[in-house]
């Protein structure tokens, strides 16, 4: 199956650092894609990850692991505009469609 | 476009009634998705075109759903008999191609709020 697992919600403080977590079971996608949606508005594309490991974008990375059927997203330094939806995402070798999580609802606070 | 539009963007409609959803995908997309988001809830895949073909239209509720693409370009998502269950915000998303891929990022339109009264 495509089961995508995150948590429901989390709450940090402006300036510090969060992780989203990511797990899935499949037997195997082509990668996996994060999407941050705020409230009301349309998912924007974050990142992506094809091989293990970390990537990093600014203020944003995203880690992969395609052995474990991990990922995550790590926020630094965070700022209020950050609040939003996080959604994990990824589709099978030769599907056409991306899976999504439930979404991670992150609420950053001053 | 430079963007996927959408329209309506808030559809207020009596259970029973037909509701026509529309897209407009970014130009030069090939593939486009449409996928229903209730509230709380994450992204329910409906369906896929590419081109004006719909490979797979598993993910259609049921049969009171239908969808065309018309020269490649946009899309019309039809529900009739309109149900309360119905009522949550249609987003449409196209990319260049099909496939999950990172050259294939999918870029959403604001989507369609509907309720079903």
């Known amino acids: 199956g495509q089961n995508i697992d995150q948590p429901t919600e989390m709450t940090a403080t402006e300036g510090a650092i969060v992780q989203i977590n990511c797990t899935y079971q499949?037997?195997?996608?082509?990668?996996l894609f994060w999407y941050q949606q705020h409230a009301g508005e349309a998912p924007t594309f974050l990142s992506y990850n094809v091989l293990d490991g970390l990537e990093e974008k600014g203020r944003f990375s995203s880690f992969l692991s395609r052995s474990k059927g991990y990922s995550y997203l790590l926020l630094k330094e965070l700022q209020m505009k950050d609040s939003a939806s996080y959604l994990c995402?990824?589709?099978?070798?030769?599907?056409?469609?991306?899976?999504f999580g439930a979404g991670t609802t992150v609420t950053v606070r001053a | 476009g430079a963007g996927v539009s959408q329209s309506p963007s808030n559809k207020v409609t009596e259970k029973g009634k037909d509701v026509e959803l529309r897209c407009d995908p970014i130009s030069g997309h090939t593939a486009l998705y449409w996928y229903r988001q209730s509230l709380g809830q994450g992204l329910e895949f409906l369906i896929y075109?590419?081109?004006?073909?719909?490979?797979?239209k598993s993910g259609l509720p049921s049969d009171r759903f239908s969808a065309e693409r018309t020269g490649g370009s946009v899309s019309t998502l039809t529900i009739q008999r309109t149900q309360q269950e119905d009522s949550a915000v249609y987003l449409c998303a196209s990319s260049l191609r099909g496939g999950g891929s990172g050259a294939n990022v999918l870029t959403f339109g604001a989507g369609s709020r509907l309720t079903v009264l």
């Open positions: 499949t037997s195997g996608f082509n990668g």
């Open positions: 995402a990824g589709s099978p070798p030769g599907d056409y469609k991306l899976s």
């Open positions: 075109f590419q081109g004006n073909s719909a490979p797979d």
